[in-house]
């Protein structure tokens, strides 16, 4: 099994790197939809871009927690690699663009990748080597459960902060 940790990963960060790229474009498509806003992005802020990440590696845990049964800190795991992805999109997204100014598109999809792929290597890592003993898989559970809840809340009510203002139109959340 600590074999295939890395080809599940691999497969993970491919699914997840499609599906957000596809969730960049849902709402468009299906006329600004109430019924998709929640978990796929409504404007180009930073915010509805870690929305991306946050949803198809979410669901993807989930799909491989039943392959995963006997690894009793796999939702722990699952936990911080998302944390990492989702602190990465801002950090660099920020950090590019303070240096340089507004980063063209390609750089905001190239993060997009980063982020993603130093979340799946690590989880790759933590999997196949664990450094934790944890057993409590229900904390982190619930604790992407309530990301997950504060992700849909922020798209109809985001507070007036610059992440999740949208720089096209200076507008915030729907």
């Known amino acids: 099994m600590k074999r295939s940790i890395v080809l599940w990963q691999m497969i993970g960060f491919g699914v997840t790197a499609l599906a957000g790229s596809l969730l960049h474009y849902i709402y468009e498509w299906?006329?600004?939809?109430?019924?998709v806003a929640g978990f796929s992005a409504v404007n180009e802020s930073t915010w509805e871009h870690m929305k991306l990440a946050f949803y198809p590696m979410f669901l993807f845990a989930i799909i491989e927690s039943f392959f995963?049964?006997?690894?009793?800190?796999?939702?722990?795991?699952?936990?911080?690699?998302?944390?990492?992805?989702?602190?990465?999109?801002?950090?660099?997204?920020?950090?590019?663009?303070?240096?340089?100014?507004?980063?063209?598109g390609w750089i905001n999809i190239l993060i997009f990748f980063t982020a993603l792929g130093v979340a799946f290597l690590y989880e790759a890592?933590?999997?196949?080597?664990?450094?934790?003993?944890?057993?409590?898989?229900?904390?982190?559970?619930?604790?992407?459960?309530?990301?997950?809840?504060?992700?849909?809340?922020?798209?109809?009510?985001?507070?007036?902060?610059?992440?999740?203002?949208?720089?096209?139109?200076?507008?915030?959340?729907?």
């Open 68 to 104: 995963f049964k006997n690894y009793g800190n796999f939702w722990l795991v699952k936990l911080k690699g998302t944390l990492i992805a989702l602190a990465l999109i801002p950090v660099l997204f920020y950090t590019y663009g303070g240096v340089i100014g507004t980063p063209p």
């Open 30 to 35: 299906t006329n600004s939809s109430v019924w």
């Open 125 to 174: 890592k933590q999997l196949k080597y664990p450094k934790t003993k944890f057993n409590g898989q229900l904390f982190p559970f619930i604790a992407l459960c309530v990301i997950a809840v504060l992700f849909v809340l922020f798209t109809f009510f985001p507070p007036h902060i610059c992440i999740f203002k949208d720089p096209l139109n200076g507008k915030f959340g729907i």
